[in-house]
Nanobody
Framework: QAPLVESGGGLVQTGGSLRLSCTAP????????MGWFRQAPGMRRELVAS???????TYADSVKGRFTMSRDNAENSVYLQMNSLKPEDTAVYYC?????????????WGQGTQVTVSS
């Protein structure tokens, strides 16, 4: 069973908004950099956004200015607010947690949530 639980995907029209949520066990969340990845059919999984424990965020160029990732340490949750959605944002979105370095790095994934943007 995936330790990360996502919610919030769905179908939206171009220009619309969606908010994805991801909750992790506290023991994992408190030590991890969290991220959102996405994978469209026939494409490689790509990083959309990430947020460190000290709330430093990074974004893919394709979503800068449209998507915002946030972190709520009290709720052991991260969120991805997606605005001005485009058809090319259609993909399965995966929550990701990572901690450790080198051979001690560990990665965890959610089950994925479908986001579909209609034109």
């Amino acid at each position: 069973q995936a330790p990360l639980v996502e919610s919030g995907g769905g179908l939206v029209q171009t220009g619309g908004s969606l908010r994805l949520s991801c909750t992790a066990p506290r023991s994992l969340f408190s030590i991890s950099t969290m991220g959102w990845f996405r994978q469209a059919p026939g494409m490689r999984r790509e990083l959309v956004a990430s947020i460190t424990r000290n709330i430093t965020t990074t974004y893919a160029d394709s979503v800068k200015g449209r998507f915002t990732m946030s972190r709520d340490n009290a709720e052991n949750s991260v969120y991805l607010q997606m605005n001005s959605l485009k058809p090319e944002d259609t993909a399965v979105y995966y929550c990701h947690a990572t901690h450790g370095w080198g051979t001690l790095q560990r990665d965890y994934w959610g089950q994925g949530t479908q986001v579909t943007v209609s034109s």
